[in-house]
């Protein structure tokens, strides 16, 4: 288990240890609370502690997906010159929260599920799950995890993608697939110079050779490009067109949910693979990783509100032509590279 997990299991026996000294102070020693509240300490403490950390998990996510989400509506803003979010909340940091509710609350008729949504928003926070903050911030890190989580977050857009208006549907599944396929091969090329798919691991290389940028700068451009795609993807399901005109309430809400916290991952997964991870030029820590991942956020959002990406079509039309093969180019260099001087 984890220090985090430890620290979410100790708090599960605190509170359970506090309410049976309640009940023996009231004299209900021996009534059939106390003997539930015994047969959790004893049988059901982990599945408390893993209930906990699930709460935690998905209100963390919801807090750093409207922050991203908040910074990309004010670099993008005044990228174009307009003033952004700045009537809900101090700088409009609750514009966001209350764009949500507004569109949750709104019913339509005849309109598909939110399902999809939900799909694509569970493998976000499963990715999360497996990306640690700092050395002791970490729920899991198994040697396999960051192949797992650039999976994850690669096959997360499809569900959404499949649900997408029937004019655009096609294209929107083929930048979804072309997008993460380009994302797996750039996180491959310096999981493959590391030698490891831990992120523990990986951070620890980047502290002795250089961060990851250094040891695949085409990798981590192809991540950023991967980033500025979500970047515009987040601004279509924000927009007023199509997609709010066909999604229904909850579907759109969740959606805003889940591409915000995808993009937020997608940040925090380029820190750990390309930026140091939670080291510092001060002191290691978690500070350092959110700092990081927001910056790509802001970079990426920046890039994406000064160049016209055009349509979910013609981007993929690109990933085709362009991107893809870049990817594949850039894999089969680190291995030859790795291979001649191993």
Known sequence: ???????????????????????????????????????????????????????????????????????????????????????????????????????????RSGM????????????????????????WARLADPDWALVVVTGLLALSPLPMAAMAPHGSRHSEMAEAVGSGTVLMLAAGSVMLVGGTARSGGLVDLQADSGWGLLLSPLGFLLLLVVMTWESARLARVRSTGTVRET?????RALGLF??????????????????????????DGAWWTLLKAFVLVAFTSMVAGAMPLGRPAERASAVRARYLPLATLNLVLVAAVLEVVG
């Open 112 to 135: 598909p599920s939110a399902v999809p949504a939900g799909v694509s928003g569970a493998l976000v926070l499963a990715a999360l799950a497996l990306m640690p903050l700092g050395p």
């Open 1 to 107: 288990m984890s220090d985090l997990f430890d620290l979410y299991l100790y708090i599960v026996h605190w509170f359970l240890d506090a309410a049976l000294t309640v009940l023996e102070t009231f004299g209900l020693g021996g009534g059939y609370i106390h003997r539930f509240v015994s047969w959790l300490v004893e049988e059901a403490d982990l599945y408390l502690a893993a209930l906990l950390a699930a709460v935690v998990l998905v209100l963390w996510t919801l807090l750093t997906a409207a922050l991203a989400a908040w910074t990309d509506r004010r670099v993008r803003a005044r990228v174009q010159g307009r003033a952004g979010p700045r009537h809900v909340g101090a700088f409009g940091l609750l514009q966001g929260l209350a764009d949500w509710l507004k569109v949750m609350l709104k019913k």
């Open 247 to 251: 999604w229904p309430g909850p579907h």
């Open 258 to 283: 889940t591409v915000a916290a995808r993009y937020f991952a997608l940040g925090l997964l380029g820190t750990l693979l390309f930026l140091g991870g939670w080291l510092g030029p001060v002191e």
